[in-house]
């Protein structure tokens, strides 16, 4: 895997050299090209500040004046993020949310990245029939969007597999925190495609010989993967991680789906987007609470950056 | 009943009761691979590491695939064929239609503005002084949710009467310019357009950060020589820079078409699918869940199926090419 970010080190000879008048038509253009960045910069940034800006003000000034004027009357309070955290369950109760959200990503970020693991050393490294066929099939199944897998599963969940009449597999019929398992199996699913290709593209890469001399001293593959490869593959197993992570963090749609929207299992998402639509005036909940649920995935982002570069870079789709 | 810690203990232990039998399975899993019959060839061993992964995908991909495709040739609660009425009536129903016509109004233009704003800052802050630090802030859209994002927007696009101060930032710079404030998500088909806008605020960050890798791969050497020959900015980038990174345009353009195609959340944030405004995903979603007509539901889930193979096919051919060049 390359390194995120090779940058040859600009020397004199590659920068602009010429004559008097191509070096002020290089600074004109240098010029304006640093005010398109400028401007793109400004605009990426502005609607992100204005919600973090205006989580931190009084209701009453959310809802009367915008956000800018707060540069002119500064007045900040944290009581937006106690009503949306803590508060009634009408404002929010996101806490709990917040709670639903970790047992959701944390686990499904476990059983990915180890299924994808012991999944991709198989296809890379262990000699059996149709291994290859297993590959490419593994391989177009990135392509199936969600939507196609949802219906099926869902009927799998609620009534169970009848097949002939005869009932194979029965209703589930979670309550409680048990419920999570339902969110956790299809999250799962839909992260294995590109878990195990990320994972094939990495551990294959191994050189061979080393793992030969393993196989020679009689090492089986147990203890090759434990032993030898899961150290090597540290980088990859961390950006996938992340990736599964977030993904899992930021999705709405599985969650609506299989979480429903009920203060025991729902995540934020769920949440948010439900206030979004039945409370879209209260901006104080709405901006303390979306950035509640920013809060997780942007120190991820700002720790972990380097591998989260590594990881887009490796190929990130996401069916 | 607000929020207590007590109520919130059984989900982090079913949280760590969850991830430990994981681990102990595995663990398991990892000594009984050893301990197996020994064979020629890896029989036993394939099947412990590859076995639950694919187990899974059978489940919860293959037959649901399969499954999804006949449910698509049956009436909404899956008792009887109806041949290819659901198809028919997706694309004769006038409400399918403006969904069908805004998915392609999608398509065509988030990617491209996507693409083209990535490409066009990765250029702009090649070797800048502060490049790090502002490819940070364009790329930082892609760590936040759609649904953070959506909210985002919605509060820039907030519309208050006229008379009183605006407190979104799109109408009060309409204000400022002179006019009047608008209810931007209500008026199609504006709407569309700026619901657009919040997907390309997030992707032009990946299309930004994949190119500009792409940029800094181009030899030096090439880059040197044509400065010598005295090329000016515009021409390196027509001349040298588009035609050495044009595959990653390729690939990145796919890329976003394909998570076009299924965009869902921002939709269902910022207007619910109302005022026009609706997508494939969106009213999948509508027809299969809330209106239990899963024979409809399917079929919007194929028809968005087959619009995402081709494009997937290119990637694959083009990656494959790539693979044989280098």
């Known amino acids: 895997m390359s390194s995120p970010d090779p940058r040859p080190p600009a020397t004199a000879a590659t920068r602009p050299r010429g004559t008097a008048v191509g070096r002020v038509g290089a600074r004109l253009s ?9 401007v793109i910069a400004v605009l990426w940034t502005v609607p992100t500040a204005g919600l973090l800006i205006s989580s931190f003000r009084p209701e009453q000034q959310i809802k009367t004046t915008g956000w800018w004027t707060f540069f002119t009357s500064p007045e900040t309070t944290l009581r937006n993020y106690q009503e949306v955290l803590f508060g009634r369950p009408s404002s929010g109760q996101l806490a709990s949310y917040f709670i639903n959200s970790f047992s959701i990503a944390v686990p499904t970020m476990v059983f990915v990245v180890t299924l994808a693991a012991l999944a991709a050393y198989a296809l890379a490294w262990m000699d ?25 599963l869902l009927t799998l969940f609620s009534q169970g597999l009848v097949v002939g009449g005869v009932q194979v597999l029965p209703a589930w019929d979670l309550q409680g925190a048990f419920q999570f398992t339902q969110v956790w199996i299809p999250h799962t699913i839909f992260g294995l495609p590109l878990g195990i290709f990320l994972m094939h593209n990495f551990i294959s890469q191994l050189p ?20 030898i490869v899961l150290p090597l593959t540290v980088p990859a197993l961390v950006s996938l991680s992340i990736f599964q992570f977030l993904w899992v963090w930021n999705d709405l749609l599985v969650a609506l789906i299989f979480a429903g929207g009920s203060v025991e299992v729902a995540p934020l998402t769920a949440r948010l987007a439900e206030m979004a639509g039945t409370r879209g005036n209260e901006w104080q909940r709405l901006t303390a609470g979306a950035f509640v649920s920013m809060v997780v995935p942007l120190i991820v982002f700002f720790s972990l950056q380097r591998y989260f570069v590594r990881g887009l870079l490796a190929g990130s789709m996401k069916g | 009943m607000g929020f207590d810690i007590l109520l919130e203990l059984p989900k982090l ?18 000594v009984l691979v050893d301990r197996g019959p020994k064979t020629r060839r890896d029989h036993w061993q394939a099947l412990c590491f590859l076995g639950p992964a694919a187990l899974l995908l059978l489940v919860g991909l293959v037959y649901p695939v399969i499954r999804t495709t006949f449910l698509s040739f049956m009436n909404g609660p899956s008792t009887a064929w109806v041949g290819f009425d659901n198809y028919v009536w997706m694309f004769t129903q006038p409400e399918i239609l403006v969904v069908l016509g805004n998915t392609l109004l999608w398509v065509l233009l988030a990617p491209l503005l996507a693409t083209g704003i990535g490409l066009t800052y990765a250029v702009l802050v090649d070797r800048a002084r502060y490049e790090s630090f502002a490819k940070s802030l364009i790329f930082l859209p892609m760590a936040i949710s759609f649904v953070g994002a959506g909210i985002i927007w919605k509060f820039v696009y907030a519309y208050r009467q006229a008379e009183t101060d605006q407190i979104g930032l799109l109408n009060q710079a309409v204000v400022w310019a002179g006019g009047e404030p608008r209810q931007w998500l209500l008026e199609g088909p504006l709407n569309t357009l700026l619901l657009i806008v919040v997907l ?22 090439l880059v040197e020589a044509a400065r010598i020959d005295g090329v000016n900015g515009w ?10 990174i044009w595959p990653t345009v390729m690939v990145v353009l796919i890329t976003i078409s394909v998570q076009t195609l299924k965009v869902f959340d921002i939709v269902r944030t910022m207007t619910g699918g109302n005022f026009d405004t609706s997508v494939m995903a969106n009213e999948m979603y509508n027809q299969a869940f809330r209106y239990n007509e899963y024979g409809k539901g399917s079929a919007l889930a194929v028809f968005l199926f087959v619009l995402v193979v081709p494009l997937v096919a290119v990637q694959i051919r083009n990656n494959r090419r790539s693979r044989e060049t280098q």
Not at chain 1, 128 to 152: E, H, T
Not at chain 2, 14 to 30: C, D, S
């Open chain 2, 13 to 30: 232990l079913w949280l760590v009761i969850g991830i430990a039998a994981f681990m102990a399975v595995i663990g398991v899993l990892l």
């Open chain 2, 200 to 221: 390309v605020w997030i992707q032009a960050g990946f299309a930004m950060v994949v190119q500009s890798a792409a940029i800094k791969a181009i030899p030096a050497e």
């Open chain 1, 208 to 227: 061979r010989s080393l793992i030969d001399a393993a196989r020679v001293d009689g090492a089986g593959h147990g203890q090759i993967f434990r032993s």
């Open chain 1, 30 to 38: 240098t010029r304006a090209a640093s005010a398109v960045a400028v």
């Open chain 2, 235 to 244: 021409q390196l980038f027509w001349h040298i820079t588009l035609p050495s």
């Open chain 1, 128 to 152: 059996f029939p149709g291994r290859d066929w297993i590959f490419v099939g593994i391989f177009a199944l990135q392509v199936v969007p969600l939507q196609m897998a949802l219906v099926p």
